[in-house]
């Protein structure tokens, strides 16, 4: 069962508008409140490579999903067409209405216990050197499904040594006990979104709190100092410049140490509108306050996603652990 979004107005601005700085900022673009057609940088011509379909065929072949495909994301060709994914566990149905998100919501199938076995031989076979598990929310289940990645990376530890895995995981609704599952299994990057702006958190995601995201990530961090903390964020939903500078600082009063930053896209009518179309430069400039910060990893532009260049990510935690 699918449940439509119904759209409530985004609330208005309550500071200023961006900044344009002389020099590269002058340039950047103002764009109308309600943009048009999508303009040039974010066109993407889908790459079906070989590989492409090699992928494809082995995701269905073990009854997976992958947030590539469910969620339409932008950078899908390259991504698969390198031999990398995004692998989307416990069922396509979220529990939760996000109004940003193409995945389905409504009442999902019982856990597959041995998903994380699957999930573990499809790393195997495509030789994954890096894995990014994620999952849709599972407020249905009592830990919210944190023993399906505790259990998913132990299978793929025994299975595939060397594979370092990046968990991009729901808030699980902040519940220590359900994250100490996840974090005994000392994954190198600990994800989870904080998606947008305080102001605008409960037109953007409902059922989820901008509190309770950073309560998660401090958590994290506690639970395994050694390990990576990972939060991304979209752009063009109504926020403002100083919102966003005060998001890089909430992440980073909880030391998180790898942001992404990606113009949001609209999936449907049925989702949000898109209230601007961010420049590239605005892009840069975002990754230079993020970097000012003491940010480790910052990736932002118009076509980044949570799981995009997650693999070079990964080589920071070889950098802070050696």
């Known amino acids: 069962m699918q449940t439509k979004v119904v759209i409530d ?116 076979a495509m030789n994954l050197r890096h894995v990014v598990l994620t999952s849709v929310d599972r407020d249905d289940q009592p830990d919210g499904g944190a023993h399906i990645f505790a259990n998913a990376i132990r299978e793929i530890r025994a299975r595939q040594p060397g594979c370092t895995i990046e968990v991009l995981i729901p808030d699980f609704k902040a519940d220590p006990a359900a994250l100490k599952l996840v974090m005994d299994e000392r994954p190198e990057i600990l994800n989870h979104n904080v998606e947008t702006v305080p102001r605008l958190s409960r037109w953007v995601r409902p059922q989820a709190r901008h509190e309770r995201s950073l309560a998660v990530l401090r958590m994290a961090k506690e639970m395994n100092p050694a390990g990576l903390t990972k939060s991304g964020m979209m752009v063009g939903l109504g926020e403002t410049w100083e919102e966003l500078l005060q998001v890089m600082d909430d992440l980073r009063a909880v030391d998180v140490d790898i942001l992404t930053i990606g113009q949001y896209l609209q999936p449907s009518k049925n989702h949000l509108p898109i209230q601007r179309y961010y420049h590239p430069d605005e892009f840069v400039a975002l990754a230079e306050e993020a970097t000012r910060r003491g940010f480790r990893w910052v990736e932002s532009a118009p076509l980044v996603r949570s799981s995009y260049h997650a693999d070079g990510q990964a080589r920071l935690f070889d950098a802070v652990t050696r």
């Not at 932008?74 to 069922?91: D, I, K, Q, V």
Request: proline share 11%; with cysteine.
């Open 9 to 124: 107005p985004v609330p208005p601005e309550t500071t200023a508008p961006f900044p344009v700085r002389e020099g590269r900022r002058a340039r950047l673009a103002q764009a109308e409140p309600t943009p048009g057609r999508r303009p040039e940088w974010l066109r993407v011509k889908l790459s079906q490579s070989p590989e492409y379909w090699r992928l494809k065929s082995l995701m269905r072949a073990q009854t997976l999903h992958t947030v590539c495909e469910e969620a339409f994301c932008p950078n899908l060709g390259e991504c698969w067409s390198r031999g990398t994914a995004t692998f989307l566990m416990m069922g396509d149905i979220c529990t939760r209405s996000c109004r940003f998100c193409n995945v389905k919501t409504g009442k999902p199938l019982p856990l597959d216990e041995d998903e994380p076995r699957r999930v573990a031989e499809s790393v195997v």
